[in-house]
């Protein structure tokens, strides 16, 4: 699977938007963007992902470079509890085959009052 | 969304002796689980892929013998530490993938090795 960049840590205020970028520049065609968060000591969430076009749910948004070299999670409107390490993660997604998730060293994203 | 239950939560155990954990995937079928461990601020480490019916794939580095890893169905892998020695002290961690593709996570389970 092809390695992520991510910048080890960030402040976002609380109500801002948190903006999480993630560089990815030997992505393969057929890989996935993914963005999980692990808040301390429990199991990894899923946020969101995408192939090449910005997609967007009820947790974040996900804006993906047109070379898809690199993505940008969005988080609207931060809050305290969105105090995680959120990793970014390129894999191969097709269904019972789907990747592995190999995790790099993430971000670790603090929101402050 | 799909939920994956692992147990026990945490785990306190002597120098020597064996732990088994286990993950179930409860409203899904999963004919392939991970196996993942993470040491204190360090991110998590793959360790092996649980495949239902035949025998895990251990990553490079991983003790196979040491980290014995069983999925006898669709909704249960298990990985036994033997032996287990201060060192193993970690959070382990599995996650099951569902026909779709997608992977979910169990909560972790804190090994504390004496």
């Known amino acids: 699977d092809a390695k992520t960049t991510q910048p080890p840590s960030m402040d976002c205020a609380e109500g801002r938007a948190a903006n999480l970028p993630c560089n990815h520049s030997?992505?393969?065609?057929?890989?996935?963007v993914y963005w999980y968060r692990q808040i301390h000591s429990q199991g990894p969430q899923y946020i969101i992902h995408?192939?090449?076009n910005n997609e967007t749910n009820e947790m974040a948004s996900l804006i993906i470079t047109e070379d898809r070299k690199s993505s940008t999670l969005i988080l609207p409107h931060a809050t305290l509890r969105d105090t995680a390490v959120y990793y970014c993660i390129v894999r191969v997604a097709a269904g019972n085959q789907g990747g592995k998730l190999i995790f790099g060293q993430g971000t670790e994203l603090s929101v402050k009052p | 969304g799909a939920v994956v239950s692992q147990h026990p939560s945490r785990v306190i155990c002597k120098s020597g002796t064996s732990v088994k954990i286990e993950c179930r995937s409860l409203d899904f079928q999963a004919t392939t689980m991970f196996w993942y461990r993470q040491f204190p601020k360090q991110s998590l480490m793959l360790m092996a892929t649980s495949n239902e019916g035949s025998k895990a794939t251990y990553e490079q580095g991983v003790e196979k013998d040491k980290f014995l890893i069983n999925h006898a169905s669709l909704t249960l892998s298990t990985l036994t530490v033997t032996s287990a020695h201060p060192e193993d002290s970690s959070f382990y961690i599995c996650s099951a993938r569902a026909n779709s593709g997608e992977l979910f996570f169990g909560s972790g389970t804190q090994l504390s090795v004496l």
């Open positions: 995408g192939l090449k």
């Open positions: 030997t992505i393969s065609g057929n890989e996935y």
